[in-house]
């Protein structure tokens, strides 16, 4: 079984896992493998530990396990080729039986019972997060008890209205805004607005710097350039497929790679248009675009690392 065969049987009959990327899934499914595997570790170590306290507690059955004991090393001692020696562990499995189904019932049992459960916990928490908002204030990654709260103080005129939503990761951003890269760093976010407006004037009536973009502390961007080696990267960026950085795929003296690059949020819970665009220029300012200077908005792709991650769409 493959993979992506593996993914798709365990995404089967959960709703949550719909809406997410084959990469998503991996991730969400990895996780859950994880979690699977150190439940029943702990589960392995509990029985050991009752197996440790009941030889204490009831010293007539150790002679049953020096039996199990003897009788194993006893058949593997005469046993001097491999054949013999796989005989002779056939042989002692009758008596290892109860040891085994030990093993074999805890994985099965950690397998059976957990696996759409932590599949689907992981998959939720992906997928979305809800929020709350108030005309006071507005709760992000809320529970059932938050909302329970808010809805107590309808009554007594404390709030005006309540409101709960999904905050879903857009697919597209800032489609209808054009714009050309170039070597200028911008230190002034009103300045690099001006900028934008007086490029074309379709951007007059679709540039709105102050709404927000992204509902994230930190995103990755991703966006192809022309570059002499790792040398040349900034220290919050990597090449995405280091096979591209080959001596073979040197062109002019140059590789044609994509470029991931973190960034975080001055505010430490969103970009607005203006803040994410000014850092995607500054991001790229002065790099070897080839023929591509024209943005073309983004578009979201697969998560890096378990953040979202934006393709920088670059035209000619």
Request: proline share 3%; with cysteine; hydrophobic share 45%.
């Amino acid at each position: 079984m493959t993979e992506e065969e593996r993914v798709k049987k365990w995404s089967r009959g959960i709703s949550e896992m719909d809406e997410l990327s084959m990469e998503e899934k991996k991730m969400v499914c990895h996780q859950a493998a994880m979690q699977m595997v150190v439940l029943w570790g702990a589960l392995e170590l509990m029985v050991i530990g009752f197996l440790v306290w009941a030889a204490f507690q009831y010293p007539e059955i150790i002679p049953s396990f020096n039996r199990i004991t003897d009788l194993v090393n006893s058949n593997i001692e005469h046993s001097g080729t491999r054949a013999k020696r796989i005989g002779a562990i056939i042989v002692s499995l009758p008596a290892l039986l109860p040891l085994i189904a030990t093993v074999l019932i805890s994985m099965i049992g950690v397998f059976a019972g957990c696996r759409k459960y932590l599949v689907r916990r992981a998959a939720g928490k992906l997928s979305h997060q809800w929020r709350m908002e108030t005309d006071l204030k507005m709760t992000r990654g809320i529970a059932f008890a938050d909302v329970k709260q808010g809805m107590e103080l309808l009554p007594d005129d404390k709030i005006q209205y309540l409101g709960v939503s999904p905050e879903k990761v857009p697919k597209e951003l800032l489609k209808n805004v054009y714009w050309m890269f170039n070597e200028i760093i911008y230190v002034s976010a009103d300045t690099f607005s001006h900028d934008v407006v007086e490029y074309i004037e379709d951007n007059q009536k679709n540039w709105h710097p102050g709404e927000m973009a992204v509902e994230a502390e930190k995103i990755y961007i991703i966006f192809e350039a022309f570059i002499i080696g790792k040398e040349a990267l900034l220290a919050n960026e990597y090449v995405t497929d280091i096979s591209t950085l080959e001596e073979k795929c040197k062109i002019d003296g140059l590789f044609q790679t994509d470029i991931a690059a973190l960034l975080f949020a001055d505010n430490g819970e969103y970009f607005t248009n203006e803040e994410l665009l000014m850092k995607i220029h500054n991001q790229i300012a002065g790099k070897n675009l080839g023929n591509h200077m024209f943005f073309e908005g983004l578009e979201r792709c697969n998560p890096l690392e378990g953040i979202s991650c934006y393709c920088v769409l670059l035209g000619s």
